[in-house]
């Protein structure tokens, strides 16, 4: 009886060693596919920081001006051409 109980028991200390093991080797993996995705979240924050600063400078009111000048042929109306409409 002690022998049968005494190899359940390690049974169950090597099933739960194994246990452990595998609960590491995959927190380990996690933990560095996290870094990596870490890695990839910066390396997209950074594009979209180059990207908003090259939005505002396409976007700025003299390259837009001058762009309406030069392609579109637009100019600023005379004040004898703007009509204001009442309320």
């Known amino acids: ?6 190899l359940v028991l ?8 194994i246990e452990v093991v595998v609960a590491r080797h995959q927190s380990r993996r996690l933990f560095v596919e996290l870094e990596d995705l870490k890695g990839v ?6 594009e979209w920081g180059r990207l908003q600063l090259e939005q505002s400078t ?7 001006e001058s762009l ?10 005379s ?7 009442p309320e």
Do not use: Q, Y
Not at 1 to 6: A, G, S, Y
Not at 10 to 17: D, R, T
Not at 58 to 64: N, P
């Open 1 to 6: 009886m002690k022998r049968l109980f005494f």
């Open 10 to 17: 390690l049974a169950a200390v090597l099933v739960s060693a």
């Open 41 to 46: 979240r910066d390396a997209l924050n950074e």
């Open 58 to 64: 396409w976007a700025t009111d003299a390259r837009v």
């Open 68 to 77: 309406a000048h030069t392609k579109l042929d637009m100019r600023v109306p």
């Open 79 to 85: 004040m004898n051409a703007v009509v204001l409409v």
